[in-house]
């Protein structure tokens, strides 16, 4: 049993903290640079920072602060933000949101935005400490609601915070009432392949005291899918790939990441889709505990995940563009015209020439990327998922 204040490093922040929370973001010299980039009106400024010091919970934080920026950018950036299998989700339950992972912050920003517009509680977000390279980060993520995944320390640590991360989710799925979102592995998916890892189900059976079947039927997964028109960051992704083929060593510095995340929130991304699978039932998890040990079990649950988030994936002219391009066929050419195919070429010499790598090796990880979520469906079509 674990002490009220045992989550407290990662869990977060309360309604009476916000207070403080914002008095620490407003002398906090960084958080000012960055609202004067953010905000070049010196009048505008000063309204955000008498509003911050009257601000007194967190939901007065997301309705004055986040819902708003978020709307702006969905208003400049997406075309259309469309929203579906809300019918398998009941207002009054909580739900383990295990998503694919596109964007740093959009996926489960645009997430919140949606279910509060109708009328669904907030949803807690997982986020990697890995991100948090700023005080006021990891500040302004606390008091919207995130939790910290903690990244990039000793395997001993790591069991031990894989042990209380587990046991945190479970808690605030099954006794505090708030659905959870988490990515269905580390980091976003830069080659188009959206798949669950194990390992994110094994810590999330570690605060598991009963068997395997009741254990996870009680955190309520509901798989979900995200797709983007245009792949957010794309032209970052190919870039960071392109490194990794060259120096198998090669790691991303804290300057890297910060540049996806604005340019994840300005770049044009065109239409977006969010959809929600069924939840998890019992049937579907004593079909998939029926053999094997632990892990054989564990593998099939990520297996069961991934053909969810396949079939819920939203396939646009792009993605089926990019397979006749990288397969070298004509197998979709009744799913777009010439024209869109046309944009979608133009679109991609543009992008990749943002990060001086317009040749034939960009291109197939381009097309790759986009390609990859139609191969992903062909493969699942026709499969029993149990």
């Not at 019918?87 to 739900?95: C, F, I, T």
Request: hydrophobic share 35%.
């Amino acid at each position: 049993m674990l002490a009220s204040n045992d989550f407290d490093e990662i869990r977060p922040y309360r309604d009476k903290e916000v207070p403080e929370i914002m008095n620490r973001l407003l002398v906090d010299p960084v958080f000012n640079r960055v609202l004067h980039n953010l905000f070049a009106d010196e009048s505008k400024i000063n309204q955000i920072k008498e509003a911050m010091q009257r601000t007194q919970d967190v939901e007065s934080f997301q309705i004055t602060f986040m819902v708003p920026y978020l709307e702006g950018i969905i208003s400049s950036s997406i075309s259309e933000l469309t929203v579906g299998g809300l019918e398998n989700l009941e207002k009054e339950n909580s739900y383990l949101f295990i998503s694919n992972h596109r964007d740093i912050v959009l996926d489960s920003a645009l997430l919140n935005v949606e279910v509060y517009k109708y009328g669904f509680k907030p949803t807690e977000i997982a986020i990697g400490s890995n991100l948090l390279v700023y005080p006021w980060i990891e500040d302004v993520s606390r008091v919207n609601r995130s939790f910290i995944v903690k990244r990039n320390i000793p395997v001993r640590q790591m069991l031990e915070s894989s042990h209380l991360l587990s046991k945190y989710i479970r808690e605030t799925v099954t006794t505090n009432g708030n659905s959870i979102w988490i990515a269905q592995r580390e980091g976003r998916s830069k080659d188009g392949l959206d798949q669950t890892s194990p390992a994110l189900l094994k810590m999330l059976n570690m605060s598991n005291i009963r068997k395997f079947v009741k254990g996870f039927q009680e955190l309520t997964i509901v798989p979900m899918a995200i797709s983007y028109e245009i792949e957010p960051c794309g032209n970052e992704k190919v870039a960071e790939l392109l490194k990794r083929q060259a120096d198998p060593d090669f790691r991303k510095t804290e300057k890297d990441d910060l540049l996806s995340m604005v340019s994840g929130l300005k770049n044009p991304k065109g239409r977006v889709h969010i959809q929600f699978g069924a939840p998890i039932d019992k049937s579907a998890l004593k079909t998939l505990s029926k053999e094997g040990n632990i892990n054989d079990r564990l593998r099939r649950l990520a297996e069961y995940i991934d053909i969810q988030i396949y079939k819920n994936y939203r396939l646009y002219p792009n993605n089926y563009i990019a397979y006749d391009l990288y397969y070298n066929c004509n197998t979709y050419i009744d799913q777009y015209t010439v024209e869109e195919q046309q944009l979608f070429i133009e679109l991609t010499h543009k992008r990749l020439k943002l990060v001086d790598e317009d040749r034939e090796e960009a291109m197939e990880l381009w097309l790759k990327m986009y390609a990859t979520p139609v191969f992903s469906f062909e493969n699942c079509v026709g499969q029993n998922p149990e």
